[in-house]
């Protein structure tokens, strides 16, 4: 008996004491001061003052952000409640204490935008927090950073359908995110209108656990439909564009890549002719880029903007500049890809596949650079593609261009395939058009051109 009343006692007095090590936990979550460089937007959240009770807490921070346009700062006024696991809080912006231009249009919006805060904190550290807002009409005419910028008086109507955001930070991650049921620009002539579009990007710190100016993230982008309307014409409708892009460090290399799809795409030039457009994708990637090379590159871009230089000097330093953080990072083999298709089907298929990039030494960058350059690259055209583009554009006659460069050799038609084929090719100094070198053709071409400035 007596050691079920130990027990009984024990577990009491961790249930009294239990909001209190939940506050404490929350508190030294909460107010610990969080930064990060994220690319040019400069991200800083402090706690101003913070009030902790048995059950609860209250307090006050701000949210500071920075970028080559402006600096923002939003007050936010927080009630949080301790529970088992963690605590939860709602806030609300203080309207009264906003600080953004009056005329800008973040500063509109958050005084529009009727938002509902709801934040998390768990016993593991970490905040996560949920905004959302209701539906909003406003005239961006009325907003004088869009007014000057547009140049008209005529009313733009920004509709936005009741969405929500969620912003998580820990020591290791930054994740935002957004979702828009609905996004409407229209004015007396055209609408252009979003559906179902969604936003999330995750950041991940360094070994360092900083945020620093070439974050490692992975992100998206993605609506259900775009469509651009003047009067009762769709002058343009995108099904499904979905952009990715992330970007990835490892042992100081650092590779990007960003991808573009698009299920269907029609545009329509307003004469009758329209061009349909399936299974568009595009792809571009930074590959095997020193990652040290180029956060010394922007540091010497930002030195050379600090000090005012202008004019053939700055252009110089600029340039030299650049030649140092390319040599820094040419034996590493950095190189540019860059790959879109467009259709499946070889005879209705646009698609160009083609890396450029750098081979060599940094002395051989610097005495023959010609020769550090190496590009491979592959294009073909359907000739279905061919004949619809003729339709839709008759003045152009790709089919009849393509056929006076046929005949000179720079392209090769393939019947039985069913499109149209090419490849470019440069190293050591040497141009290869389909395996044939036009070295000398080309440097003829460029001078002839140039008046003989070469």
């Given amino acids: 008996m007596r050691k079920w009343v130990v027990l009984a006692v024990v577990v009491l007095a961790v249930a009294a004491i239990w909001p209190v090590v939940i506050g404490t936990q929350v508190e030294g979550t909460v107010a ?38 402006g600096r923002f700062e939003i007050p936010l006024v927080h009630d949080v409640r301790h529970g088992l696991l963690g605590a939860r809080g709602d806030s609300f912006v203080d309207l009264d204490t906003l600080v953004a231009p009056a005329d800008s249009l973040i500063g509109h919006l958050l005084r529009s935008l009727d938002l509902q805060v709801h934040s998390r904190s768990g016993i593991g550290g970490g905040v996560t927090t949920r905004v959302t807002f209701d539906d909003l009409r406003m005239d961006l005419m009325t907003v004088p950073e869009v007014a000057e910028y547009a140049g008209t008086d005529t009313p733009v109507w920004l509709d936005l359908a009741a969405g929500q955001g969620r912003f ?24 252009w209108e979003a559906r179902d579009a969604r936003y999330a990007t995750v950041f991940e710190a360094d070994a360092d656990g900083v945020f620093g100016r070439l974050p490692d993230y992975e992100g998206g982008l993605a609506a259900a439909l775009i469509e651009l309307r003047e009067g009762e014409a769709t ?25 573009l799809q698009v299920d269907h795409a029609r545009v329509d030039d307003g004469a009758g002719d329209a061009l349909t457009l399936m299974a568009l994708d595009l792809q571009a990637g930074i ?26 000097q700055r252009n110089a330093l600029i340039g ?15 190189a540019i890809q860059l790959k879109a298709s467009l259709n499946g089907e070889p005879p209705r298929q646009l698609a160009l596949d083609a ?20 590009l491979d690259s592959d294009l073909r055209l359907g000739l279905e593609w061919v004949a619809e583009f ?5 003045d152009i006659d790709l089919d009849a261009q393509l056929h ?8 090769r038609r393939d019947a039985e395939a069913g499109y149209w084929h090419g490849t470019l090719a440069m190293a050591d100094g040497r141009v290869r058009i389909n395996d044939v070198d036009r070295t000398a053709m080309l440097l003829a071409m460029l001078f002839a051109l140039s008046g003989g400035m070469f």
């Fill in 32 to 69: 610990e001061t969080h930064e990060a460089q994220l690319g040019e937007v400069y991200l800083r959240h402090e706690m101003l003052e913070y009030e902790r009770g048995y059950l609860g807490a209250s307090g006050r921070s701000r949210l500071i952000l920075e970028d080559p346009d």
């Fill in 320 to 334: 030299s500049a650049m030649i140092d953080a390319l040599g820094g990072m040419i034996e590493h083999q950095p």
């Fill in 390 to 394: 003729d339709a839709a554009y008759p």
């Fill in 168 to 191: 998580a930070w820990s020591s290791e991650q930054i994740l935002v995110s957004l979702d828009l049921p609905a996004l409407t620009l229209s004015d007396e002539s055209f609408s």
């Fill in 355 to 374: 890396e450029l990039g750098l081979h060599g030494t940094q002395q051989s960058l610097t005495t023959r650079p010609l020769e550090t350059l190496r």
């Fill in 287 to 312: 590959l095997r880029w020193d990652r040290p090379s180029l956060l010394e590159l922007l540091a010497e871009l930002e030195s050379i903007e600090a000090r005012g230089i202008e004019g053939e």
């Fill in 235 to 259: 002058r343009l409708r995108v099904e499904r564009p979905r952009l990715d892009a992330f970007q990835q460090t490892n042992n100081d290399r650092m590779d990007s890549r960003l991808r």
């Fill in 404 to 411: 006076a460069l046929a005949a000179d050799g720079w392209v």
